[in-house]
């Protein structure tokens, strides 16, 4: 049984090989190419989740990003049609960061079309919980007042990609600064609670501080600092160069990047627990497509050293790449969750999806810069 697994395995690496083979995977011409297979797919292939939910705001930043490179308006207005449908509303739970996602896509067609009923619902919300900010503390037994931890707050690691993009980009959009303020003071709350000055990471969340892998390591989920990589770099993208702290924003996208260079699998890929790559012993295309997204837009504008990163990038694109099939769907993604665990390396999801594809943008860029 061990050497047929060892035969089975030597075959689908001859297989990958040669697929890999029948085209340059960095010619600019390929990296459209699959892009537009990605997302043509991702289309045909509705995720099972409304619209409007976290899931998706990845693949209509991907799709924006598409449209970018290429000129191509049909998948601008794929993402147009979406937010025509639902009346340009985000979802209706007040605070929760993922109910506020949806909203970059938003701002980023209101950039083309300025139409104000594009960003009315994120700005009535976000006017409303700065009216209504969340409770800080709250009184437990025996009256101890603690700090409130609650999804009211950012205190999950994804939280930091599904809202604060959006708070920067309606303060560009606006010309006000308390959206920015009120992004700022929380990120730095949720970087306080959650982030190790050790490794350079975030954990998923405080629960995780106290966890420990089946191999003895810290517990860093490789889609949750994913979510964080890409978070910053929508982040950095809207908030102004002469912001008093984007020096601080872009410090942790720097500190991070260096540690997330330190334990890319020889693969190409991140394990799904960061530091542990044997639990499980399995790849992650969710966040290694993030990661080459980070890697590849700080090396376009000039906040990564090519010279030290560059390698990394093109491995993290190539192996992104030998997972994505014919068809242009992208495999081997860990499903919904909160921490790494084991799953079918078939699986494939519209977050993932949409990583890749913004991920390639910046790949094309990166080409691009080259020639």
């Not at 390396?345 to 990166?366: Q, R």
């Amino acid at each position: 049984m061990k050497d047929l697994k060892a035969i089975l395995a030597f075959s689908a690496s001859l297989f990958v090989s040669a697929t890999t083979a029948q085209a340059d995977v960095f010619s600019q011409n390929e990296i459209i190419n699959r892009m537009k297979k990605a997302a043509d797919w991702q289309i045909a292939n509705p995720a099972p989740y409304h619209p409007l939910e976290w899931h998706g705001a990845p693949f209509y930043m991907g799709l924006s990003d598409l449209s970018e490179v290429t000129g191509d308006p049909s998948y601008f207005d794929t993402v147009k049609a979406m937010g025509d449908a639902h009346d340009w509303k985000i979802r209706d739970r007040p605070y929760h960061a993922d109910d506020h996602a949806v909203g970059l896509s938003y701002l980023k067609l209101y950039e083309i079309h300025k139409d104000p009923e594009m960003i009315a619902s994120v700005k009535k919300e976000f006017d409303w919980i700065l009216a209504n900010p969340p409770e800080k503390t709250i009184v437990g037994k025996n009256g101890v007042v603690r700090e409130r931890y609650n999804r009211e707050r950012w205190n999950w690691c994804d939280a930091l990609y599904m809202a604060p993009p959006v708070w920067a980009g309606l303060s560009a959009i606006t010309g006000d600064e308390k959206y920015n303020d009120y992004m700022v003071q929380e990120w730095k709350k949720a970087h306080e609670w959650y982030f190790d000055e050790e490794e350079d990471l975030y954990f998923h969340d405080k629960r995780d501080i106290v966890k420990v892998s089946p191999g003895g390591k810290k517990v860093f989920w490789a889609r949750g600092d994913g979510w964080v990589i890409a978070g910053l770099v929508e982040v950095l993208q809207y908030l102004p160069q002469d912001h008093p702290d984007r020096p601080y924003f872009e410090s942790i996208f720097k500190r991070m990047s260096a540690k997330l260079l330190t334990i890319q699998k020889e693969n190409g890929t991140w394990a799904p627990s960061l530091l542990d790559p044997l639990h499980p012993p399995q790849d992650d295309t969710s966040g290694t497509a993030f990661y080459v997204y980070g890697f590849a837009w700080g090396i376009n504008n000039g906040l990564l050293d090519a010279a030290t990163y560059e390698t990394a990038t093109r491995k993290g694109w190539q192996a992104l790449c030998e997972r994505q099939k014919p068809s242009g769907r992208l495999i081997n993604t860990q499903p919904v969750g909160g921490y790494p665990v084991a799953f079918d390396p078939d699986t494939t999801a519209i977050f993932g999806m949409g990583g890749f594809i913004s991920a390639g943008s910046e790949m094309y860029k990166l080409v691009q810069l080259k020639r």
